[in-house]
């Protein structure tokens, strides 16, 4: 019988298919399975909470989404119709470099975690967008891509 050396356990724990972390690295994340939403939003919490028009976001299970360590903080958006926020939101970033890493306690879809494609540790593990949503705060001069457009939300 082989022996498992403890180490190899350990570092097993620690990554999963997929893996990201913050800007610093202290905050590492990890999920097997593929998202079952992937979204472009360009909503105004989305813009302010980037700093950029965007932010691409992909829906995994809860269950299957694992912070493997980093000290976090999450700051709850209240309801809101015109973001993506909807009926309530936690943006969830690194106290130590405030990246935005993911957000839960997802009012409209229980059980589910947007992870911020952006932190991603593989380019390669980007996932497309299949929809743009809250489009009706775009800016002009960002182009829509090939896929389904949204005013607001996808219902
Ligand atoms: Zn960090
Ligand atoms: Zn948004």
């Not at 694992?66 to 939101?89: D, H, R, S, W």
């Not at 952006?118 to 809250?134: H, K, R, S, V």
Request: aromatic residues 12%.
């Amino acid at each position: 019988m082989r022996q498992q050396s403890p180490y190899l356990e350990m570092e097993q724990e620690m990554s999963k298919r997929f893996n990201g972390s913050c800007a610093c690295g202290a905050v590492t994340y990890g999920f097997d399975n593929e998202p079952t939403f992937v979204a472009n939003c360009h909503c105004t919490d989305c813009k302010r909470a980037s700093g950029g028009e965007m932010a691409t976001f992909a829906l995994v299970s809860d269950s299957d989404f694992t912070v493997f360590g980093g000290e976090t903080k999450g700051f709850p958006y209240p309801a809101n119709p015109q973001t993506c926020a909807g009926n309530g939101l936690t943006r969830v970033f690194c106290v130590n470099c405030g990246s935005r890493v993911f957000t839960n306690e997802l009012a409209d879809f229980p059980g589910g975690v947007f992870v911020q494609e952006g932190t991603l540790d593989n380019l390669t593990d980007w996932f497309a967008p299949q929809a743009e949503i809250y489009t009706w705060s775009r800016q002009p001069w960002m182009p829509a891509l090939d896929v389904p457009q949204h005013d607001h939300g996808v219902s």
